[in-house]
């Protein structure tokens, strides 16, 4: 046997409410490596010896199901002596173990689900789902695999509840969609000054350092972690302190009844430290590799500013018609033409510009019968 076990103070409250019946469903987006796993287990094993019932795992792929089932949840099982007895022997022929279930001693069952292969949904009933990484699941033909896995636990009505988890990757991806549903949230942290409020990135101060290839990169030795309210830098140890005490808040009053929603990024973590962060987002900036600095250290979706799509509407309502290629702005200092090449045509923008603004002077159309041969009329 080894140490008693000691769940961080932001791991407390999740696995909490998993008891309370008014909970329907739980959301957890967060960073890799700080929440997700140690919430599932928790809830699972809790089940397994206090409340047994048919339960559901799922991943977005058989290898991750294996990952999480061989790696995670029965070594853990092994070393417990409450737990271990519960779980039939893999070597027992009268039980149904295989790689999509495991049966308990009292007959209630572990079902390991893929969640991309909606198939395996069908034909199963039990009180409690618990899903893992589905913003790596795709929507088919036959469904949102999310909303198929909570099917199975239609028949339990008040006792059900699923509890989804997944590290983000886009904006409205699955697992922010459940995120923006429930009451979201938040860590929130107390300074010394008295100030409540979460860690947020942009609370995070660095110089850059020029590498010998001309770019420059931050600089993991001048990190700093300021007091958004007293301006005043925090040190390791108390922010350590702060994240010991801080508490879970509800962000929103908008969200599904039952849904409650966790979000959390490494900044909390007691096992890192935010020069560590520091470096993984100079790695992430030299390698143009923001999502997985957002994604896997932030635990929040990633939105490339530059590949937005443009709100038409606010486009529109900054068009002006007081300049054209007859009436060209006298502080124009340049003008370019750019051509697209299309079998029937050929599309031309005229564009102007000087040091603040440019102007779209024109676009035109020139059909011909073949654009892509010089000859063309």
């Not at 292969?117 to 929507?139: K, Q």
């Not at 886009?170 to 922010?176: A, F, G, M, R």
């Not at 942290?189 to 660095?206: D, I, K």
Request: charged share 25%.
């Amino acid at each position: 046997m080894g140490l008693d076990w000691v769940p961080f103070s932001f791991q407390r409250e999740p696995m909490d409410i998993a008891q309370q019946r008014s909970t329907k469903k739980i959301v957890l987006q967060s960073c890799s490596q700080l929440l997700k796993t140690t919430i599932l287990q928790s809830i699972s094993f809790h089940l397994m010896a206090n409340n047994p019932c048919n339960f559901a795992f799922g991943s977005s792929s058989e290898a991750e199901v294996k990952k999480f089932k061989d790696g995670k949840f029965l070594p853990a099982i092994e070393t417990s002596e409450v737990l271990k007895p519960l779980v039939t022997d893999k070597n027992d022929k009268n039980a149904a173990n295989n790689a999509k279930q495991t049966q308990m001693v009292n007959g209630t069952f572990v079902y390991w689900l893929n969640l991309n292969t909606p198939g395996n949904l069908r034909g199963i009933t039990c009180r409690v789902v618990l899903l893992d990484e589905v913003s790596n699941v795709g929507i088919t033909e036959e469904g949102n695999p999310i909303k198929l896995a909570e099917a199975r636990t239609s028949t339990f009505g008040d006792d059900a509840l699923v509890v989804i988890s997944s590290t983000p990757l886009y904006k409205d991806d699955l697992i922010n969609s459940e995120y923006n549903l429930s009451d979201k949230r938040r860590w929130f942290v107390t300074h010394t000054c008295g100030h409540e409020y979460t860690f947020e990135w942009e609370q995070v101060a660095f110089e850059y350092k020029q590498l010998e290839n001309g770019r420059a990169i931050p600089d993991s030795t001048t990190t700093r972690l300021i007091c958004p309210h007293c301006q005043e830098e925090i040190d390791e140890h108390t922010r350590h302190q702060m994240i010991d005490n801080g508490r879970w808040i509800a962000t929103s009053t908008d969200g599904d009844p039952g849904v409650v929603g966790y979000q959390i990024s490494r900044m909390y973590s007691p096992l890192n430290t935010i020069s560590e962060m520091v470096s993984k987002f100079a790695d992430a900036l030299y390698n143009f590799n923001l999502q997985t600095f957002y994604n896997n250290e932030l635990g929040l979706p990633y939105e490339d500013e530059y590949a937005k799509e443009l709100d038409i509407l606010r486009l529109e309502s900054l068009r002006e018609d007081e300049f054209n290629l007859h009436k060209i702005p006298e502080s124009t200092l340049g003008i370019t033409i750019a051509v697209d090449q299309q079998l029937d045509r050929l599309e031309a923008t005229v564009l102007g510009f000087d040091e603040k603004n440019i102007y779209v002077l024109g676009h035109e159309f020139f059909y011909g019968h073949d654009c892509t041969k010089i000859e063309s009329q």
